[in-house]
């Protein structure tokens, strides 16, 4: 059985960090690509940041550069989501993802996490 797991949301004040850990298991993922998507209340799910397994070329969104990076342990089976500089917007629920082709989408990916609930205050 695929699951995702994430872990390591909370509660930090606007211009704290988090880091977030997505434990993955039940399968290989060395082939696929893994991302971070967010959704905040009444808002749409949007895409944070994605990675590949098998090399370091990441993805972010623009709203996050230079603030958050993914990363990956391939020992762990596990893709971290480091959040500097936080801001009150960056408060949501924050969802792990993999798709075997292409980078995940909010829309295409074939495995999610339940998702880990960030809030930064202001």
């Known amino acids: 059985q695929v699951q995702l797991v994430e872990s390591g949301g909370g509660l930090v004040q606007a211009g704290g960090s988090l880091r977030l850990s997505c434990a993955a298991s039940g399968r290989t993922f060395s082939s696929y690509a893994m991302g971070w998507f967010r959704q905040a209340p009444g808002k749409e799910r949007e895409f944070v940041a994605a990675m590949r397994w098998s090399t370091d070329y990441a993805n972010y969104a623009d709203s996050v550069k230079g603030r958050f990076t993914i990363s990956r342990d391939i020992a762990k089976n596990t893709v971290y989501l480091e959040m500097n500089s936080l801001k009150p917007e960056d408060t949501a629920v924050y969802y792990c993802?993999?798709?075997?082709?292409?980078?995940?989408?909010?829309?295409?990916?074939?495995?999610w996490g339940q998702g880990t609930q960030v809030t930064v205050s202001s």
């Open positions: 993802a993999a798709s075997r082709i292409g980078f995940p989408t909010s829309t295409r990916s074939d495995y």
